[in-house]
């Protein structure tokens, strides 16, 4: 019988810098990549245009696709690029306008913003920004969750039921950078916590979230976007490793950092060690939309109130189906705005239909689209819905 190659935990002492600069030190071959445009210091550079003809084709496309963007993901460097992921600039501006008003009001209100990984107030930050979009602004959230690209990454890396958060960051001349850190699950515990989750849950915990970030300006270098270390996301105690100061001394002398376009996107393994970069430029202001797309079989990061959300766009979404747009469109709106998977719930009120699971929200937002309803008719649904959800009277 053999030996297990994976111990029962990972520990701290274990880490080996040595080991961790053996792994990383990888070369990116375009030719194992056959969608993608080019690598760019080791990170996959993909056009969306190309790739949107690809997908266009039909199944094989699509699939070919997403397969390879999960070998990026997982065997290749961890992070891929998609130059044009947003075609529509307006739309971006129209999002961007929503966001700016959210910080003017928040930091009237005196609103306290911490950052994760920063110094805290050194950024404008949007908590929640998906549900905040969507109230103020149904028609742009629409426009702009429909996007395929992002949908695309999602199902490939998550599957179905998949659940968009979303978050902003703005950084002005002046910001400092974030420490390099791994990101949610495990990289938000202190290292003495996440030790005593088993070693095979760290190997889980990437593959339960997708990072990713549209850039909503301009982001030359020296605006500081996100610093990347290619193939770090491959070393198993990486949650145990990036605190300590010989891992971040590699991270300082060996990351990668690419200039983005507004409109361009860029998607990422959580496990993958990265960073905002430090914004040293004298009149750029940085601003991203920070997506945290987390697996229908994990919990997202954020609460987002699904049922407010599904409420303030349906009628959005009504409007776009009135006015043609396509099937796919209006799935990806619903995706991002909706639960799409139907646990956990009260199976006393909520019974399975025609299967073994529930309705979703997601589901029940569909219908209400196929079957015309109307918002007072959908939104008393969605309230129906919610309350069979719950255990009052138990």
Not at 74 to 80: F, K, M, R, S
Not at 302 to 310: G, L, N, Q
Not at 317 to 344: C, H, I, K, M, W
Not at 388 to 394: A, L, N, Q
């Amino acid at each position: 019988m053999n030996a297990p190659t994976t111990p029962l935990r990972f520990r701290e002492d274990d880490c080996d810098v040595t080991e961790f600069a053996k792994l990383v030190d990888r070369t990116t071959d375009l030719a194992d990549y056959p969608h993608a445009a080019e690598v760019q210091q080791e990170v996959l550079v993909y056009d969306a245009a190309a790739v949107r003809t690809v997908v266009g084709t039909g199944g094989a496309g699509r699939e070919a696709v997403e397969a390879e963007l999960v070998r990026a993901l997982t065997d290749g460097p961890g992070v891929v690029v998609f130059r044009g992921a947003f075609p529509d600039l307006d739309v971006v501006d129209r999002v961007s306008a929503v966001f700016d008003a959210v910080i003017a009001d928040e930091k009237a209100d005196g609103t306290a913003k911490g950052d994760h990984f920063a110094q805290a107030g050194a950024n404008d930050r949007v908590w929640n920004a998906l549900e905040k979009l969507a109230v103020r602004d149904p028609e742009a959230f629409v426009d702009y969750y429909a996007n395929d690209v992002l949908a695309l990454v999602s199902t490939a890396w998550l599957g179905p039921g998949y659940q968009v958060t979303s978050q902003v960051n703005l950084v002005r001349p002046g910001g400092r950078a974030q420490d390099p850190h791994r990101d949610y699950h495990l990289g938000f515990l202190s290292n003495p916590v996440a030790a005593r989750y088993p070693a095979h849950v760290h190997l889980l915990s990437p593959v339960l979230t997708l990072q990713g970030a549209v850039a909503h300006s301009d982001m030359p270098v020296e605006s500081g976007p996100t610093l990347y270390l290619p193939y770090s996301h491959q070393y198993p105690e990486g949650y145990l490793a990036w605190r300590r100061p010989e891992f971040r001394e590699h991270f300082a002398e060996h990351h990668v950092q690419l200039p983005l376009a507004k409109g361009d996107a860029g998607f990422f393994n959580p496990a993958l060690f990265h960073g905002a970069g430090s914004n040293v430029s004298a009149d750029v202001q940085r601003s991203a939309n920070l997506l945290q797309v987390s697996s229908a079989f994990g919990r997202a990061m954020e609460t987002v109130d699904r049922v407010k959300v599904a409420k303030a766009v349906y009628p959005a979404l009504l409007s776009r189906q009135g006015s043609g747009a396509g099937e796919e469109f209006l799935a990806n709106a619903v995706a991002a705005a909706t639960e799409g998977y139907p646990f956990p719930t009260n199976l006393d009120l909520d019974p399975n239909v025609g299967g073994l699971t529930p309705l979703s929200q997601t589901e029940l937002l569909t219908r209400a689209l196929a079957e015309g309803w109307d918002a007072a008719t959908t939104s008393a649904e969605l309230d129906a819905y919610a309350a069979r959800r719950r255990t009052d009277g138990i």
